[in-house]
């Protein structure tokens, strides 16, 4: 009897360099899609950053208007007049939140972010909505925008954000005299104008000294 043999077919050489091309070709296009993933990971996290920076300087402005009403309308308007919130005792006088004309510098994973806002008038039509050209202007309703953009170390700009809200003006301080008891100058006017300071003592019908508080009659 002959003894049986066994054959067992193998790769050959050609199939061998097919299944490394077509691995190469699969790696080659994995690492491309993952480098894509990681830089758009990197750029997204980046206008993140800028955001909240955003947010932040908004967030500041409704305090600086919060305070006085003046303090965002009585300043240069439009694109190119650049203000930054800050909130130190050199910058503002006081330990409060005021505007500072420039840009502001902060640096945050190994970038360099600046960011300013600028303000704008508003204008309203008849039907009291705000538009784009024509209408009335309404000294009530600012336009804030607010802008950040990222530098790399050479200052080359990678990207930049935007924002914008609309602000209205809702306290209006008035005069209440409550005390006509000593004379003096008269309250001062503006939003934080000094009340109760007492009524104008040029008007000699009211009493001062003897009875005072007192209306006098005059023949």
């Not at 491309?32 to 800028?50: C, D, F, H, P, W």
């Not at 308007?77 to 505007?99: D, E, F, H, I």
């Amino acid at each position: 009897m002959k003894p049986e043999t066994y054959h067992e077919k193998g790769f050959s050489l050609f199939e061998v360099l097919i299944a490394i091309s077509v691995f190469a070709v699969v790696s080659v296009v994995a690492s491309q899609m993952i480098g894509a993933s990681l830089e758009m990971n990197k750029t997204s996290g980046r206008k993140t950053v800028a955001v909240g920076f955003a947010r932040e300087a908004m967030e500041a402005t409704q305090a600086i208007i919060t305070e006085k009403w003046h303090n965002i309308y009585n300043v240069s308007k439009g694109s190119s007049n650049k203000y930054y919130p800050a909130n130190t005792v050199v910058a503002c006088g006081a330990a409060k939140w005021c505007l500072v004309a420039g840009e502001e510098t902060v640096t945050a994973n190994d970038l360099t972010y600046k960011r300013y806002l600028y303000i704008e008038n508003v204008a309203r039509n008849t039907s009291g909505n705000i538009v784009a050209s024509g209408g009335t202007d309404d000294p009530s309703t600012q336009k804030i925008t607010v802008v950040v953009l990222w530098q790399d170390s050479a200052s080359t700009e990678l990207g930049s954000v935007t924002i914008n809200n609309y602000f209205t003006r809702s306290r209006n301080a008035v005069a209440s005299q409550t005390s006509w008891v000593s004379g003096g100058s008269s309250p001062t006017a503006g939003e934080n104008g000094g009340f109760n300071t007492g009524f104008s003592s040029q008007d000699g019908n009211i009493d001062t000294t003897s009875i005072p508080g007192s209306l006098k009659l005059t023949q």
